[in-house]
């Protein structure tokens, strides 16, 4: 029956059948050992890597879609409660287009599905709100595409417009978001969906969208600027992003200096959010450009006759100097008023500055210094770098303190120390890991080794028949007795009887030729052990 094995099978049969109890205990657990280790690796390589196939489902279209996924025999897993399936990452677009053909998700109450349902009987108010609640679905199933947001709910108040009303309301918006727990939308991604709705929506200004987060956080006021999530308003995120920019500027620059955790830097900036305009207008005129328009008026009066003439007086009625009230001498009266209008052409520059929110209004520096370094720097020039790149103006107010004191480093030693000490542990176990899976396998190897010398000697004494097994040892014997005398004849007789033990280990050297010449050669000593057995018969 083991004659129609292969070869390589009855080989490791034979091997197997010359190991020894503790030999083949140790092969069948190393063997099952190699099969359970490659049973969970195979599952482990196997298995799919899971991506979501669509994300807050209603429990109609859930149970739905995952009745269509167990027709279909694809896995799947359920995440968030029921509210997402997850299946294998490769089939995610083939299985939403397969779903999408068989209506799932089937239920489409949002979105601009609801405007399919109108009827010739949909009354304006029904239609106006339809409209509303389609437009509020479609931006929020955009909304929920963005990198980010797990779930979006937008409302918007549409005021129907009046012909006979001045005053028409303004259209408005309110945006609640969920986001991942790990992943806070950034201000960006919050400036983006406001924007996004507000182009959405005739005559809705982004002014008039505030968005929410889920956690109850304003993410964006009705005045449409962003507010940084985890704070409160968003001057204060800007002005402890703002310190920390600063901080780490000025803590390089120092680590440079003087080197890391040598100094620390503190500072405390006061920031101008007040915005301001400015309104000014300029009139400007060209001498060089002629004038739009000129009027010139002139009255003369000349009395040359010598005579002075009693009279009303006044500038019709001038008197020469040699004329005096109610005299009569000569002299010369002269009156001259000349009037000139002028209209030139002016030019007109109105001017109107805004000043940004967020200029420094006054800021403080602090450096603190270790005393053990502190004596190797000059204070002054760390100041001047410090006021130099923190941008400090005096005429502000703003001021620079630097002092050096003496760190205190018992935490920073203890937990270097312990950090050293846990590295010393990851690392010696790590090392005994190792020595560990390197006894196993010197063991293993070493085993196999054993069982391999010990199939080879069976091979090696199987390779020869009983007789010629017989044949050999006659051989050998003939031989030792040929050797002994040999040796007898060239010793003499005193000397023999006093050297056996020479005699005893030149056997013993000769038998173990023998021997090795049978180990290394089988093929070859059987095949001369049989020519020498039919030469005898």
Partial sequence: MTDRLPAPVRKASDAFKSFTPGQKAVTIFAVVALAIGGYFFATWASKPSYAALFSNLSSKDASAIVESLQKSGTSYELA?????????????YDLRLQLSGEGLPGESDTGYALLDQQGITTSDFMQHTNYQRALEGELANTIKSIDGVEAAT????????????????????SVLVQSAATKPLSGQQVQAIVHLVASSVEGLDPTQVTVAGADGKILSTGGGAAVATGSDGGSDSQTVAFQNRLNTSLQNMLDSVVGPGNAVVTTTAELD??????????YTSDPSVASLSEQISREAYNNGSGSCAGGVLGPD??????????????????????????NNAVNQVDEVRKSAPGGVKKLSVAVLLNATTAGT???????????????VDATRGDSVAIAAMPFDTTAAEAAKKS?????AAATADKQQSLFKTAALAAVILLLLFFAWQASRRAKKRKALSPAELAHLEQMQAALEAQKLAALNASIPGPAIEASPDRQFEA??????????MVEDQPEEMAALLRGWLGAGR
């Fill in 419 to 423: 950090l050293a000490e846990s590295s």
């Fill in 507 to 516: 056997l013993e050297e000769r038998q173990r030729e023998i021997e090795q």
């Fill in 154 to 173: 937008v409302h918007l108040v549409i005021p129907q417009k009046d012909v006979f009303a001045d005053d028409q309301n303004k259209t408005t918006a």
């Fill in 273 to 282: 959010f007040d915005q301001t305009e400015v309104k000014s207008r300029n």
């Fill in 377 to 391: 720097v000059d204070s002054a020039q760390i100041q001047q770098l410090v006021s130099a790149a923190a941008g």
């Fill in 80 to 92: 968030n409660g029921g509210q997402t399936i997850m299946v294998p990452q490769d089939q995610v």
């Fill in 317 to 342: 009625n001038i008197q020469g100097p040699g004329c005096n009230a109610g005299t009569s001498t000569s002299g010369t009266g002269q009156y001259e008023n000349t009037q000139q209008t002028r």
